[in-house]
C-alpha cells in the first residue's frame, strides 16, 4: 500500500537524549514536512524539505535537525536543546500528483521522562 | 502573527443539523485553501480545498465556501453524523511560492446524537 509510515508510535525520552522519528513514504512525493502539535496550538511546521539534500527551517526549528538523503525518507532528531519536546509529531508529504494537498502520516508520540 | 485563525476553539452540534467551521486569514497571497479533519493520536486526512478563482466547491456532505474580499472561509457540513466529531483544521499556501500549507489552531466539533 502507497503511504506515509512514521515510527516508532510511542517513544519515551530522558532528559539530555537525542531521539530520531522516522519517516518514510512511498508516493514518489518531492515534498515533505514535519510538524508539531500541541493542545491548542494546532499545527506548527519545524522543518521541510522540497527535494533530496535540500531542507528548510520552519517556523519552530530549534532543538530540532533534519536530513533528506533519500526521496523516501525524512527522518527528524528531536536534540536535547529542545526545551519542550513532548508533543505529537506528524509527518506529511506533497508530490506533483496531489497537487496542493499534502498527506500525513499516523504521528509519533514523544515523552520526556 | 496568526496567518490563519480559527476562532472557535469548540463547536457542539445536534446529530442531523448543520455545522459550520469558519476561517479566517490575514495574507492576501493565499490562493488555496484546504480543510482537514483529525481524530484523536491520528495524523489529519484531507477533506475538501478550494482555490481563490472559485466561492464555493461542494464534495457530498461538505462544501467548502471562500469569500475572498472579507478573507473568509468556512465549511458546512449537513448533515451532521457522530463520525464527523474531530478536530478540523483550515489551512492555507501561495501555489506560486511552492511554500508549505499554513494551519489555523483548529475547531472541534462534537456531534451529539
Not at chain 1, 522543518?47 to 535537525?65: L, M, R, T
Request: aromatic share 12%.
Amino acid at each position: 500500500d502507497g503511504g506515509i509510515t512514521q515510527s516508532p508510535k510511542y517513544l519515551f525520552r530522558k532528559e539530555g537524549q537525542n531521539v530520531t522519528l522516522s519517516c518514510e513514504q512511498n508516493l514518489n512525493h518531492d515534498a515533505m514536512y514535519w510538524y508539531r502539535q500541541d493542545p491548542g496550538q494546532g499545527l506548527r511546521l519545524i522543518y521541510y524539505s522540497q527535494i533530496v539534500n535540500d531542507f528548510q527551517k520552519g517556523d519552530i526549528a530549534e532543538g530540532y535537525s533534519v536530513s533528506r538523503e533519500k526521496k523516501e525518507s525524512f527522518p527528524l532528531t528531536v536534540t536535547s536543546a529542545q526545551k519542550n519536546p513532548t508533543a505529537f509529531y506528524l509527518c506529511a508529504s506533497r508530490g506533483v500528483a496531489s497537487g496542493n494537498t499534502i498527506y500525513f502520516g499516523e504521528g509519533s508520540w514523544l515523552t520526556v521522562v | 502573527d496568526q496567518q490563519v485563525k480559527q476562532n472557535s476553539p469548540s463547536l457542539s452540534v445536534q446529530e442531523g443539523r448543520i455545522s459550520i467551521l469558519n476561517c479566517d486569514y490575514t495574507n492576501s497571497m493565499f490562493d488555496y485553501f484546504l480543510w482537514y479533519k483529525k481524530y484523536p493520536a491520528e495524523g489529519p486526512t484531507f477533506l475538501i480545498s478550494i482555490s481563490s478563482i472559485k466561492d464555493k466547491n461542494e464534495d457530498g456532505r461538505f462544501t467548502v465556501f471562500l469569500n475572498k474580499s472579507a478573507k473568509h472561509l468556512s465549511l458546512h457540513i449537513v448533515p451532521s453524523q457522530p463520525g464527523d466529531s474531530a478536530v478540523y483544521f483550515c489551512a492555507a499556501r501561495i501555489r506560486s511560492g511552492n511554500t508549505p500549507l499554513v494551519f489555523g489552531k483548529g475547531t472541534r466539533l462534537s456531534v451529539i446524537a
